[in-house]
């Protein structure tokens, strides 16, 4: 399997375990992991020419997935 950019884990390599114990414990973080994981796996596909898509689609995942970890960090802030 290829290695796909922007996961998690490489995102906030020093919030690892605390990533896993929210996901484990908070039904809404584990969510917006989630859909982090799957929009990001989705931009990865269209970055290597796995499923073509047209640049506003693609603008669009990026944004989602911008939004996804900015609300993902900003949880990840208040519970540390």
């Known amino acids: ?3 796909v950019p922007h996961e998690l ?10 990533i896993h114990d929210l996901k484990m ?3 809404h ?3 917006l992991a989630d ?3 799957e929009v990001n796996r989705a931009i990865h596909r269209v970055e290597t020419r796995v499923e073509p898509t047209t640049e ?9 997935r911008l939004q996804l970890k900015d609300e993902i ?8």
């Open 29 to 31: 973080f584990a969510k």
């Open 35 to 37: 859909e982090y994981h």
């Open 9 to 18: 884990a490489e995102e906030f390599p020093d919030k690892v375990q605390q």
């Open 25 to 27: 414990a908070d039904a």
């Open 56 to 64: 506003e689609v693609e603008h669009d995942m990026r944004r989602k």
């Open 73 to 80: 960090a900003a949880i990840l802030e208040k519970a540390a």
């Open 1 to 3: 399997m290829s290695h």
